[in-house]
């Protein structure tokens, strides 16, 4: 089956039952995104369908409709680290690491639904386990990517307004 995986359209040769995760990992050699408990519980195999959020570990292939982004196909303006990845990496966020590309993804879905969270939003939306507890290392770094975000809107608003 064809699936687009970060932009790139992929000829999957699984069978449509397969958990995506399974997919992305061992057919598509993309490795970013781990395995954890396999039941929907941790978040580990956090993915973004269409932009929302979806735990690969569970979600058949064949359920799959429209574009698959991972770890591995987020990018900011100019093929940067994207501004959760660059707040995560200031923040020092990762301990063991397993958990956070998942954590990461659940981010992006989250400041792309809610801009500018409250600590209550984050609470409630990233639901993600991580057993090294970096919880409060992860609400830091996603005001500060909301901050950082919110800020290239605003001078990107400002050029389009002096260039138009
Ligand atoms: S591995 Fe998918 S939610 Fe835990
Ligand atoms: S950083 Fe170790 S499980 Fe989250």
């Given at each position: 089956?064809?699936?687009t995986?970060?932009?790139?359209?992929r000829?999957?040769?699984a069978?449509?039952?397969?958990?995506?995760?399974w997919?992305?990992?061992?057919?598509?050699?993309l490795?970013?995104t781990k395995?954890?408990?396999?039941?929907?519980?941790?978040?580990?195999?956090?993915?973004?369908v269409?932009?929302v959020?979806?735990?690969?570990?569970?979600?058949?292939l064949?359920?799959?409709?429209?574009?698959?982004?991972?770890?591995?196909?987020?990018?900011?303006?100019d093929?940067?680290?994207?501004?959760?990845?660059k707040?995560w990496?200031?923040?020092?966020?990762a301990?063991?690491?397993?958990?956070?590309?998942?954590?990461?993804i659940?981010?992006?879905?989250?400041?792309?639904?809610?801009?500018?969270?409250?600590?209550?939003?984050i609470?409630?939306?990233m639901?993600n386990?991580?057993?090294?507890g970096?919880?409060?290392?992860?609400?830091?770094?996603?005001r500060?990517a909301?901050?950082e975000?919110k800020?290239?809107?605003?001078s990107?608003a400002?050029?389009?307004k002096?260039?138009?």
């Amino acid at each position: 089956m064809k699936l687009t995986i970060n932009g790139e359209e992929r000829e999957i040769d699984a069978p449509g039952e397969m958990p995506l995760l399974w997919a992305l990992r061992d057919v598509a050699g993309l490795k970013g995104t781990k395995f954890g408990c396999g039941i929907a519980s941790c978040g580990a195999c956090t993915v973004l369908v269409n932009g929302v959020p979806r735990r690969s570990c569970v979600a058949p292939l064949d359920s799959i409709e429209g574009e698959v982004t991972t770890i591995e196909g987020l990018v900011g303006a100019d093929g940067e680290l994207h501004p959760v990845q660059k707040a995560w990496a200031e923040g020092n966020v990762a301990q063991c690491g397993y958990c956070q590309s998942g954590q990461i993804i659940s981010a992006v879905a989250l400041l792309s639904e809610i801009p500018e969270p409250t600590d209550e939003d984050i609470d409630i939306n990233m639901n993600n386990l991580c057993r090294c507890g970096t919880y409060p290392q992860i609400r830091t770094a996603i005001r500060q990517a909301s901050a950082e975000m919110k800020s290239s809107t605003s001078s990107a608003a400002k050029t389009d307004k002096v260039e138009g």
